[in-house]
T-cell receptor, first 114, second 112 residues
């Protein structure tokens, strides 16, 4: 398996623009997680899905953020409109276990909003 | 409010010596703990875990210790190697949730 795939790897955009980050989880994994990494807060969980259904979106910072998982092999995280403070590395991860199971992370998308 | 805290942002250790990375948590419901390792431009990868029913788990050069009364865990790397230079994240989860709560990470540098 190729592992978790994220695209793009780098995104530079101007404030106010819409940004869409994409993720393909490992086949057979029922859980998908979106994280954001910053120096101050480390790895923050934004939202996670189980069997394509959003379970907990309490980490989504504002209404400008939205995430979808239309099928078991694809998820998107959208920021509209983007702001400079959204600049961070965004990771997608997937797992097949419930509580505490190992999560497999993608390589991340480095987002820079100018 | 950080439920999982890694108070040392960085650590520098000589090759061959022991590296000790520390992690504190505040939520007494946490019962499963993990360490992840992250190289630059890559996603974190799982390193080692421990259940709250144990106080030690060992895997080769890596050992994790859990002190439930102190709500503290540590990762020992012996002997340290230059390839261990990375950022290490501590994570925890509670029995009634699928979520992992991560700390802010500790950057380990192992020098020759």
């Amino acid at each position: 398996d190729a592992g978790v795939i994220q695209s793009p790897r780098h995104e530079v955009t101007e404030m106010g623009q819409e940004v869409t980050l994409r993720c393909k989880p490992i086949s057979g994994h029922d859980y998908l997680f979106w994280y954001r990494q910053t120096m101050m807060r480390g790895l923050e969980l934004l939202i996670y899905f189980n069997n394509n259904v959003p379970i907990d979106d309490s980490g989504m910072p504002e209404d400008r953020f939205s995430a979808k998982m239309p099928n078991a092999s694809f998820s998107t995280l959208k920021i509209q409109p983007s702001e400079p403070r959204d600049s961070a590395v965004y990771f997608c991860a997937s797992s097949f276990m419930l509580q505490g199971g190992e999560q497999y992370f993608g390589p991340g998308t480095r987002l820079t909003v100018t | 409010d950080q439920q999982v805290k890694q108070n040392s942002p960085s650590l520098s250790v000589q090759e061959g010596r022991i590296s000790i990375l520390n992690c504190d948590y505040t939520n007494s419901m946490f019962d499963y703990f993990l360490w992840y390792k992250k190289y630059p431009a890559e996603g974190p990868t799982f390193l080692i875990s421990i259940s709250s029913i144990k106080d030690k788990n060992e895997d080769g050069r890596f050992t994790v210790f859990l002190n439930k009364s102190a709500k503290h865990l540590s990762l020992h790397i012996v002997p340290s190697q230059p390839g261990d230079s990375a950022v290490y994240f501590c994570a925890a989860s509670a029995f009634n949730t699928d979520k992992l709560i991560f700390g802010t990470g500790t950057r380990l540098q192992v020098f020759p």
